[in-house]
């Protein structure tokens, strides 16, 4: 029996390599040509099943599907040919137009640990992690040879660059995130310069710290600073205390002055004012000026002292004012101090 008579599907050599789920057009296409070459033979059918394999070989090569994470790159004869969105599309076939596909959406991402030294001269450690994307697939695949290299590089001369422009206690400091920036836009700057298809989507840095060697140092300088930083804060909170009050009292002492000058101004005004009246009195009458005057002054010293009135015909009798105690007392201690500078040799 021929091995391509019916009866027995054992027999047929393709049954036992045809895969399972495979595409049942073509397989039924090859049966039909397989039927024809077992009956007729000869160079005919051969070339019946090159030209049926060729042309199955050209409808499958002459279409692409870009996926919509991607972008897909046509090089027609090795040479670029223009980039294909996501979508289905038709090219020619291979090898005459070959796609590469690039995802140009996937985030991805390199760490890297570096050491350097700072615009002061100290030595920091840095934990560095770039993400990036795909901005330009045809560059991508053809602008540079070691993507992976060049960024890698391009990141480190980056963060050197920032970090070896700023002093230990900025990196160290808040203010860090500002350096991240520098650093991202940096990177950015010389990857453009490169033509190399990335987008930088972040940086950052972990692990920003002093090598081990001479971390027991810097911890006493960290520490000396909080203490500078405390005693400033509470020298500060003293002045906002103190200051306020010695401006109160300022403020009072020189309206006190400014009342007390008004004050002996206006008084001076006046008795300069009550002078020039008596003055003008004076010259109209001075006899009579002169005895008011005399009268007004014998009226203020006898108004504190008190009188006593003599019935006895004439005697004369001065009356003195009793002397204070504070004043009998100063005025013993002096005579007695006079009379020890006499007693010395």
């Given at each position: 029996?021929a091995?391509?008579?019916?009866?027995?599907g054992?027999?047929d050599?393709?049954?036992?390599?045809?895969p399972s789920?495979?595409n049942h057009?073509?397989d039924?296409?090859l049966?039909?040509?397989?039927a024809r070459?077992?009956?007729?033979?000869g160079p005919g059918?051969?070339?019946?099943?090159v030209?049926?394999l060729l042309?199955?070989w050209?409808?499958?090569?002459s279409?692409t599907?870009?996926?919509a994470?991607?972008?897909?790159?046509?090089?027609?004869?090795?040479?670029?040919?223009?980039?294909l969105?996501p979508?289905?599309?038709?090219?020619?076939?291979q090898?005459?137009e070959?796609?590469?596909?690039?995802?140009?959406?996937r985030?991805r991402?390199?760490?890297?640990?570096?050491?350097m030294l700072t615009r002061?001269e100290n030595?920091?450690?840095i934990d560095?992690t770039?993400q990036y994307?795909?901005?330009d697939?045809?560059a991508?695949?053809?602008?540079?040879?070691?993507v992976?290299?060049?960024i890698a590089?391009?990141?480190?001369?980056?963060?050197?660059?920032?970090?070896?422009?700023?002093?230990?206690?900025?990196?160290?400091?808040?203010?860090?995130?500002?350096?991240?920036d520098e650093a991202?836009r940096t990177?950015q700057?010389?990857?453009?310069?490169?033509?190399?298809?990335?987008q930088?989507t972040?940086v950052s840095?972990?692990?920003?710290a002093?090598?081990?060697?001479?971390?027991?140092?810097?911890?006493?300088?960290?520490k000396?600073?909080?203490?500078?930083?405390s005693?400033?804060?509470?020298?500060?909170a003293?002045?906002?205390?103190?200051?306020p009050?010695?401006?109160?009292?300022?403020?009072?002492?020189?309206a006190e002055?400014?009342?007390?000058?008004a004050?002996?101004?206006a008084r001076a005004?006046?008795?300069?004012e009550?002078?020039?009246?008596?003055?003008?009195?004076y010259?109209?009458?001075?006899?009579?000026?002169?005895?008011?005057l005399w009268?007004?002054t014998?009226e203020?010293?006898?108004?504190g002292?008190?009188?006593v009135?003599?019935?006895?015909g004439g005697r004369?009798i001065?009356?003195l004012?009793?002397?204070?105690?504070?004043?009998?007392?100063?005025?013993?201690?002096?005579?007695?101090?006079?009379?020890d500078?006499?007693?010395?040799?």
């Open positions: 029996m091995w391509n008579e019916p009866g027995s054992q027999r050599p393709w049954s036992s390599k045809r789920g495979g057009g073509i039924d296409v049966k039909r040509l397989r070459l077992g009956r007729h033979g059918g051969i070339v019946t099943i030209l049926a042309l199955a050209l409808l499958l090569s279409y599907v870009i996926d994470r991607q972008a897909g790159v046509v090089l027609r004869f090795g040479q670029y040919a223009r980039t969105p979508g289905f599309h038709f090219k020619l076939p090898p005459i070959t796609v590469t596909k690039v995802e140009t959406t985030v991402s390199l760490s890297d640990s570096v050491r002061d030595i920091i450690s560095f770039v994307q795909v901005s697939a045809r991508y695949l053809f602008a540079v040879d070691d992976e290299g060049t590089a391009a990141a480190e001369a980056a963060v050197r660059s920032v970090i070896g422009h700023s002093d230990m206690d900025l990196i160290l400091s808040g203010e860090g995130a500002a350096l991240v991202g990177l700057k010389t990857l453009d310069a490169y033509h190399c298809g990335l930088v972040a840095f972990q692990n920003v002093p090598p081990a060697e001479v971390k027991d140092a810097f911890d006493d300088v960290n000396a600073r909080e203490d500078k930083q005693i400033e804060n509470g020298a500060l003293y002045a906002n205390k103190v200051v009050v010695a401006r109160g009292d300022a403020a009072r002492i020189a002055a400014a009342g007390y000058k004050e002996r101004i005004q006046g008795d300069a009550r002078f020039s009246l008596l003055l003008k009195e010259k109209a009458a001075p006899e009579v000026t002169r005895k008011r009268l007004e014998m203020q010293v006898m108004a002292n008190r009188k009135i003599d019935g006895s004369t001065i009356n004012p009793p002397v204070p105690a504070a004043a009998t007392t100063a005025a013993a201690a002096t005579s007695d101090a006079d009379a500078k006499e007693n010395q040799p």
